[in-house]
């Protein structure tokens, strides 16, 4: 009995290496259409505005430092005994986490640890509050954190809903694509070439009136990378600090064309904060006199940027 059992699963075993055999040689695995992974919040055909630019200010111009001081900075705090910043989590060399460390890092990172301990002192107790480029506004007018450093452009729109430090990095906004993608300016991009930046920022508006491209917004700069990377999009356009941290991530990327805008970063504070941002800006004058400033430029930015930088000059209104 037993023998026969083996003999039909030996004949079994038989028919499926016969019939194994006779299928064609070049059969491969069946083609299965897997859509591309899309970011969350992602925006193919996101609003362009149109309204003319509010030129009413002089955007880089903030509150005279005069006398002002440490007491008076920490009574706008909402918690006198720290101080909450809003920071990037996610752009390289400006505010990420460092994996080694787990703890923030980057250019912006080390101007606001500097502030911070102007206000507080060496032991300041500092909450850092990860953004996206949107939450910023928001943010500091809903206590959710004291001021907000994180490469924002300073412009009147933006001065009609916050309060501004002076200008303590100026930046320019230009194109990351690949090597190979034959994309070496602005003039390059053609009506079909899909370019993404973030929502919220300053960049949508103008690669939109100096360029046919369209754009596409996402949530998060890093999102840009993801779909550049897969080859969603053709290009990413921010300012040039963020796309050196992404070129240094991925060096089948680089950073192409002369920089088509101007974009001066200062501190966000809420409205009404202005004996906090008086104090900032003493803080800020003493971080470049001291040199604080050029060792966070050159540890951060000098060899990404290929150029010495320089600390701007601080504009006052009174």
């Known amino acids: 009995m037993i023998r026969h059992q083996l003999r039909l699963a030996a004949a079994a075993a038989a028919c499926l290496v016969l019939a194994a055999c006779s299928q064609p040689a070049d059969m491969g695995p069946p083609e299965v259409d897997v859509p591309t992974p899309l970011p969350s919040g992602i925006n193919f055909s996101p609003e362009i505005e149109t309204e003319p630019v509010d030129e009413s200010c002089s955007p880089l111009a903030s509150y005279n430092p005069g006398a002002a ?6 009574a706008q705090l909402d918690n006198q005994d720290q101080i909450s910043i809003g920071v990037s989590q996610s752009t390289n060399l400006m505010g990420y986490i460092d994996p080694a460390t787990n703890v923030p890092s980057g250019f ?5 640890t500097a502030v911070a301990h102007s206000i507080l002192g060496p032991d300041a107790t500092i909450r850092w509050v990860p953004m996206t480029s949107g939450e910023r506004e928001g943010a500091v007018n809903d206590d959710r954190v004291d001021m907000v450093v994180r490469t924002m452009t300073m412009n009147c729109k933006r001065w009609a809903n916050v309060e501004f430090s002076a200008e303590y990095f100026h930046a320019g906004q230009r194109l ?3 090597k190979a993608s034959g994309i070496e300016s602005l003039a390059d991009l053609a009506d079909d070439h899909l370019v993404c930046t973030g929502d919220g920022s300053t960049s949508v508006r103008t690669i939109a009136e100096q360029s046919e491209a369209q754009a596409v917004t996402v949530p998060d700069f890093n ?3 993801i779909l550049l990377q897969q ?9 040039d600090t963020i796309l050196a941290g992404m070129a240094v991530q991925d060096p089948t990327l680089h950073v192409v064309g002369e920089a088509f805008s101007q974009e001066p970063y200062g501190i966000a504070f809420q409205k009404g904060n202005t004996d906090l941002a008086r104090y900032v800006n ?3 004058a003493e971080i470049i006199a001291n040199g604080t400033w050029q060792t966070a430029y050159d540890k951060w930015l000098k060899g990404p940027l290929g150029v ?5 000059s601080p504009q006052y209104r009174d």
Not at 69 to 74: G, I, P, R, W
Request: aromatic fraction near 0%; hydrophobic fraction near 45%.
């Open 69 to 74: 001081t440490a007491e008076q900075a920490k």
């Open 108 to 112: 912006d990172i080390d101007i606001a």
């Open 176 to 178: 990351l694509v690949p």
């Open 223 to 225: 999102d840009c990378l």
């Open 231 to 239: 080859g969603t999009v053709d290009a990413i356009t921010s300012d």
């Open 282 to 284: 003493k803080a800020l």
């Open 308 to 312: 010495a930088g320089a600390p701007p």
